[in-house]
């Protein structure tokens, strides 16, 4: 899948997920900070990148169909990359989608944190995940989510109180 773009908008030479383009936006020691938008959502994935450069980390932004030319620019004056994260549901859902366009991501070695564009980074986080980490080593995912329930809005824990998935179980 990488290097690939199924969108006409979306030229690889341009928009291609590179090994050159997640070592450039990856932050130390190993983490690739990633949201993922539609023309709609842009304005706040400009906000999240800006905040998320204010604290001095780079960030990479999927999107499926250009954003148009201002806010790409913007993007990239913000220490963001563009990439093609152009999968069906991607396509269908920015939001909803996107869980099929970390996997090209992930082979790439590195961590990824991956955040909906709304959310305002105000203290740098990766010490916060690097605890979490350290605290359960042999998760392989944790999920925070405003909506984990089909029924609706939750902040309920996971199924059985847990507040992360192992894997390996």
């Not at 690739?32 to 780079?58: E, K, M, Y």
């Not at 963001?80 to 991501?105: I, K, M, Q």
Request: charged share 15%; aromatic share 8%.
């Amino acid at each position: 899948r990488r290097g690939v773009c199924h969108h006409a908008s979306l030229p690889a030479a341009k928009y291609a997920l590179t090994a050159a383009m997640v070592r450039r936006h990856t932050a130390p020691p190993n983490t690739l900070i990633v949201t993922f938008a539609n023309p709609q959502h842009g304005a706040f994935a400009l906000n999240w990148a800006r905040l998320l450069d204010g604290l001095g980390l780079p960030s990479l932004v999927g999107i499926a169909v250009r954003l148009g030319a201002a806010a790409e620019r913007d993007l990239h004056r913000a220490n963001s990359g563009l990439f093609c994260a152009d999968s069906y549901l991607t396509r269908l859902n920015s939001a909803a989608g996107r869980w099929a366009d970390l996997v090209p991501l992930l082979n790439f070695g590195v961590d990824v944190l991956c955040s909906d564009a709304d959310v305002g980074w105000l203290q740098y986080p990766l010490p916060y995940l690097r605890a979490a980490v350290d605290a359960h080593p042999r998760a392989e995912l944790f999920l925070a989510s405003d909506r984990a329930s089909a029924q609706g809005w939750t902040t309920r824990a996971l199924p059985g109180g847990a507040s992360h998935l192992d894997l390996e179980d």
